[in-house]
């Protein structure tokens, strides 16, 4: 089986940041196929960070050069900082590990922006 807990999530005015982080534990093979998703009320989730081919990353427009993806190998954790909060940032985040054909995600993480 495979965990995944995400915390950091808060309050923040606008303009301020916030670091998201998801500790991986269970069945781990590699933490290289990870990545940050978002879900706002009424919203479909989207992805907000990933990792790929092993390294390269990829953002969505709406957050490239705010948020920033990194991981820890040795620790199994992956994390997101988050500068330049927007009140559109306010969302579940959730943590996904795509593994053995399999997506697995965390319990989520409140992220509130005020404006």
């Known amino acids: 089986q495979v965990q995944l807990v995400e915390s950091g999530g808060g309050l923040v005015q606008g303009g301020g940041s916030l670091r998201l982080s998801c500790v991986a534990s269970g069945s781990i093979f590699s933490i290289n196929d990870m990545g940050w998703y978002r879900q706002a009320p009424g919203k479909q989730r989207e992805l907000v960070a990933r990792f790929i081919n092993y390294g390269s990353t990829n953002y969505p427009d709406s957050v490239k050069g705010r948020f920033t993806i990194s991981r820890d190998n040795a620790k199994n954790t992956m994390y997101l900082q988050m500068n330049s909060l927007k009140p559109e940032d306010t969302a579940v985040y959730y943590c996904?590990?795509?593994?053995?054909?399999?997506?697995?995600w965390g319990q989520g993480t409140q992220v509130t922006v005020s404006s």
């Open positions: 996904n590990l795509h593994q053995l054909n399999q997506d697995y």
